[in-house]
């Protein structure tokens, strides 16, 4: 029978599909597979034939699956047999290189929730991406001020004027308030005042009350879940009134979901604005609040910054007018800058340092520093991993050749070694996770935040990170296992095989990387431990120890002075001072000064500007170089200053004393005040030391957020007990609050003294487990040359020969680490210091001790063998074969 | 001599009774005729490998024909050995099936 049909064709994907099981494909077989697509097309027509073959083909797969399936399952659960026979075989081995991971692995998880939690600050609110805040950029008198708030009417003007803002919100910080509900009171300190559409704009979700009403009327405010616990218990907290501070009353109108830790504010109170409306300067150049803005879908943020310079000759020109006498353009010839500029919200966490603030931010420094020490961590880990596997080769050469010999590919033989390294580093991550829930607290502590580490139990996360541990296993699993396959058989079993000079090249090499890191590391930590003891321990101009604060005496109110006086008579107190400026990073207070009879802008000076009572100097023992201190005296010292060397200097005046200041009014009533200056005082430092002194004055004004109390030296916790005393007399059932200025002076640095830690102890760790590698490094190689030694000892060596010998080799590795670690970590820490005015210089013995830690170390881990196989009789270590 | 498994013989046998024209697909066939199960082209080419090697068989390529669009047969033969195993395999089924008929076994169901 004659076909008239042509012969049908497999196409390119059915025999794609079919060679992908089918071995040995060949004229024979894909004529086979034609005949049976013909047969099919001429029974049910050329689609539904189709559709049969390639049923046809999908069937065939099932059977050459199940089978692949199944064999590699055997090969799998044969490599896993071998693997752990082999771990158990060399405890010694897999305990050092499981325990070392298992810490690089803690460290790398540490981090890795660390910045997951510092990058999704903010992220949770529904808008944000469309949020930004304005802030203000400006330049007078020669300083630059960056600062996150900006004046009380710009959020209305921003609305009004510019269609790609669909809404702005204006907060105020509430300050501390003593709050009282029934028989409790509190201080709080988490206050905020915001406009009514503050839940508009931020997911603050409300729990109780109506969200757009609860902050619209005056004296309202919204508490978080936390807060009402605390002071309603179970009791519905709508429509309660809470007292503040003995005067105001405000009614509890709704309560929000507390905020998350992932945030960069933290209310507990959130208080409507209108209450507060009287007290907003509204004044452009008056920076007050906080200004929040919800761009439209779509809007172009850069676009709107640049119509900012036209807004500020609108609306500021006639304030810079009635201060100054000049518009802006013309103020901007003399090098006054007044400009504004937007911050997205998800950046403000990590990226923004503008004064003022409303919380402290990290810095993204931060997260770069630890991301790279924490793979350090695990670079170190998988080191010891790749020297030790490489060292051993020998060891295991033998098994390599029995296995060539017997018929196993070199395909097997790598997978069967990365298949133990993969098992390895799935043993180090059940260990880390162990260690990582026993450590979280000290971490917590480390950090000085509360992390979830919930969401390492989250199945995609559990997921990646055996992705990340399979990945790690490979990567330190695939060089041993190359060089441990291209063993040719013979050779090995002729014991030919001495690692080769490649391996023991590339072995010295990362040995040297190793010592490098841990050395890097070990310099940095202590030169930033010198800086710290240098910030503490520098002459500040003011003594710090010794003097009590006590917070929010103003709640006093008018019988302050009595409670100062009373205080007094205390034998254990030295002098007190009522004042709301600290030397430790407390308020600040701007003024633009000149010198009597210049009044050009030029002349203009920006300088802090403390109110201060009679006691302030000699409270804080200042010193006074030239003059006279605040004297109950002079009647004429209520319009008297006190400068310090850097504003006299600025003034340009050699000897101030009895020459006039002139200070630029805050508002629009007062316009000039003109002070005599009666004192200078000695530079002291009131900022952290990144900043150079800036100029101040001192003025007999009251201000009363403090009370600082100079105490004699004695038994401290009966000096506290007896002012509290005191105090309870005053203000009973007031919570009395105290700081010691010492531990405010700490906590201006506390995020070098955090980083300073955390950087010692990952440096610890990096040691440790390069000191874990070395360990099993030294063990190997001693164990090579026990025939050697055995040797060297019947030729007559001595212990300490024997010793030095062993010790050379990693002495060199170490020194050449040194050579490359010393000049790089200099280059880093001179870059870290730069950001402090005043700062130590980098000595010699950071470098000394890295040197001679790690050479000790060194030392140690190898003396533990080389001492053993010393001592040991030559008899024996030359039976050893 | 080691015995036939159940799917050798059987793909033996077809083969045999194939004579002249056994391959690939024609093998299925039959195999598919003789058990009631079907047979894929796959399934039968292992078992012809397994069986060559074990020189039970062996195959030769036929011309090429113009209704196979050009393409050859691996044509399959029995060799001597291989009809020795079927002789061998069906003496010992014999012997071991010696005297037991199917109603005597249904009688102790």
Redesign the interface.
Same mark, same amino acid.
């Given at each position: 029978m004659k076909r008239k049909r042509a012969v049908p064709k497999i196409t390119k994907a059915a025999e794609w599909i079919i060679r992908s099981y089918q071995k040995d494909w060949d004229e024979t077989k894909r004529g086979d597979y034609e005949e049976i697509y013909r047969e099919f097309s001429d029974e049910s027509g050329i689609m539904r034939g189709k559709l049969r073959f390639f049923i046809y083909i999908l069937r065939s797969l099932v059977p050459s699956l199940r089978n692949s399936i199944s064999w590699r399952f055997m090969m799998l659960h044969n490599y896993l047999k071998i693997a752990i026979r082999n771990l158990r075989r060399q405890k010694l081995y897999s305990a050092i290189n499981i325990i070392g991971l298992a810490i690089g692995i803690t460290s790398v998880l540490f981090i890795l929730l660390y910045v997951q939690h510092e990058l999704s600050h903010d992220r949770y609110h529904e808008k944000a991406n469309r949020i930004y805040r304005i802030a203000a950029s400006i330049r007078m008198g020669g300083n630059d001020l960056e600062r996150a708030i900006v004046g009380a009417p710009t959020a209305a003007a921003l609305v009004n004027d510019f269609p790609e803002v669909e809404d702005a919100v204006r907060l105020k910080t509430g300050g501390n308030w003593y709050i009282r509900y029934g028989d409790k009171t509190y201080k709080e300190t988490a206050f905020i005042f915001a406009d009514a559409n503050v839940m508009e704009i931020f997911s603050i979700p409300l729990l109780e009350g109506d969200p757009r009403t609860a902050l619209s009327r005056p004296n309202t405010l919204i508490i978080s879940q936390t807060e009402a616990k605390k002071y309603f218990g179970s009791d519905d907290p709508v429509g309660k009134t809470l007292n503040l501070d003995n005067s105001v009353d405000f009614q509890v109108t709704g309560v929000f979901q507390d905020i998350p830790s992932f945030s960069h504010f933290h209310w507990d109170f959130i208080g409507s604005m209108v209450s507060v409306e009287k007290r907003l300067v509204m004044e452009w150049t008056s920076l007050d609040v906080y200004t929040y803005l919800l761009l439209r879908e779509g809007a172009d943020p850069e676009a709107l910054e640049a119509k900012f310079p036209a807004m500020v000759e609108k609306y500021c020109d006639q304030e810079f007018k009635a201060f100054t006498g000049k518009v802006y353009a013309q103020l901007k010839e003399s090098g006054t800058k007044w400009e504004y500029f937007l911050q997205p919200l998800t950046s403000i966490h990590l990226h923004s340092n503008l004064g003022f603030e409303l919380e402290p931010n990290s810095d993204i420094k931060y997260i770069y520093i630890f991301s790279a020490i924490a793979i350090f961590c695990l670079l170190i880990a998988s080191i010891n991993f790749i020297n030790l596997s490489t060292a051993r080769s020998t060891k295991r050469a033998k098994e390599v050749g029995i296995r060539k010999v017997v018929g196993s590919a070199r395909s097997q033989l790598i997978v069967q070694f990365i298949t133990e390294s993969v098992l390895m580093s799935i043993a180090a991550l059940f260990g880390a996770l162990v260690l990582v829930r026993f450590l979280q607290p000290s971490f917590h502590s480390l950090i000085g935040r509360e992390i979830d580490i919930h969401f390492l139990a989250h199945p995609s996360q559990v997921l990646i990170l055996a992705a990340v541990m399979v990945f790690v296993g490979i990567i330190a699993g695939i060089y041993p296992a190359f060089v441990l396959s291209s063993f040719k058989p013979v050779s090995v079993l002729k014991q030919q095989t001495k690692g080769g000079s490649r391996t023991h090249w590339l072995r010295s090499t990362l040995v040297v990387f190793q010592f490098l890191t841990s050395m890097v590391l070990i310099i940095g930590t202590l030169i930033i431990h010198n800086q710290m003891r240098y910030i503490q321990n520098k002459d500040l101009g003011f003594q710090k120890e010794q003097v009590l604060v006590v917070q929010d005496a103003f709640i006093l109110g008018k019988r302050i002075d009595a409670f100062k006086e009373e205080l007094k008579q205390n034998p254990d107190v030295v002098s007190a001072t009522i004042t709301s400026y600290l030397p430790v990073l407390s308020n600040h207070r701007v003024r633009s000064i000149f010198p009597e009879g210049q009044r050009e802008e030029k002349d203009f000076m920006a300088v802090q500007s403390w109110r201060a009572d009679h006691d302030f100097v000699r409270t804080f023992r200042m010193n006074i170089i030239q003059g006279r201190d605040f004297s109950r005296e002079f009647s004429s010292d209520s319009k008297a200053t006190i400068i310090n060397e850097t504003a006299a200097n600025m003034l340009g005046w050699d000897n101030p004393i009895g020459k006039r200041i002139g200070v630029v009014g805050s508002s629009k009533s007062e316009k000039y005040q003109y002070f005599t200056v009666i004192g200078v005082i000695k530079n002291f430092h009131f900022d952290s030391m990144r900043e150079v002194i800036m100029p101040l004055a001192l003025y007999l004004e009251p201000s009363s957020e403090f009370l600082a109390v100079r105490l004699q030296t004695g038994n401290v916790s009966g000096q506290i007990d007896s002012i509290k005393e005191l105090w309870n007399k005053y203000l009973p059932g007031y919570p009395f609050v105290f700081s010691f200025l010492d531990d405010r002076f700490e906590n201006m640095y506390k995020s070098e003294l955090r980083s300073g830690r955390i950087l010692g102890i990952f440096s610890a760790l990096a040691v440790i487990i390069s000191c874990l590698g070395l360990f099993g490094l030294s063990a190997y190689m001693a164990e090579q040359r026990t025939k050697e030694i055995g040797i060297r000892k019947v030729l007559g060596a001595t212990v300490p020969e024997i010793l030095l010998l062993l010790f050379k080799e990693f002495s060199l590795l170490v020194s050449v680490g040194f050579l490359i670690a010393a000049p790089l970590s200099y280059f880093f820490m001179r870059n870290w210091l730069q950001d402090f005015s005043y700062r130590t210089s980098i000595t010699v013995w950071p470098f000394m001790i890295s040197m001679g830690l790690a050479l000790s170390i060194a030392l140690i881990t190898v003396s533990y063998y080389a001492v053993k196989l010393a001592l040991s009789s030559p008899a024996e270590s030359l039976r050893y074969e | 001599m080691k015995f036939l498994t159940r799917q050798e013989e059987m793909v033996l046998l077809a083969v045999w009774k194939l004579q002249s024209d056994a /391959? !690939?697909?024609t093998i299925a066939k039959k195999l598919t005729e003789m058990t009631g199960e $079907?047979w894929?082209?796959?399934?039968v /080419?292992l078992p012809l490998?397994r069986l060559e090697k074990k020189r039970y068989l062996k195959s030769s390529?036929s011309d090429p024909s113009a $209704? @196979? !669009?050009g @393409? %050859? $047969? %691996?044509l399959y033969k029995l060799t001597s050995a291989g009809i020795k195993a079927l002789i061998e395999t069906k003496k010992v089924q014999e012997s071991i099936w010696q005297k037991i008929s199917i109603s005597y076994l249904e009688s102790d169901l």
């Open positions: - | /391959y !690939g697909v $079907k894929l082209l796959n399934t /080419y490998d390529l $209704k @196979r !669009g @393409r %050859r $047969k %691996r």
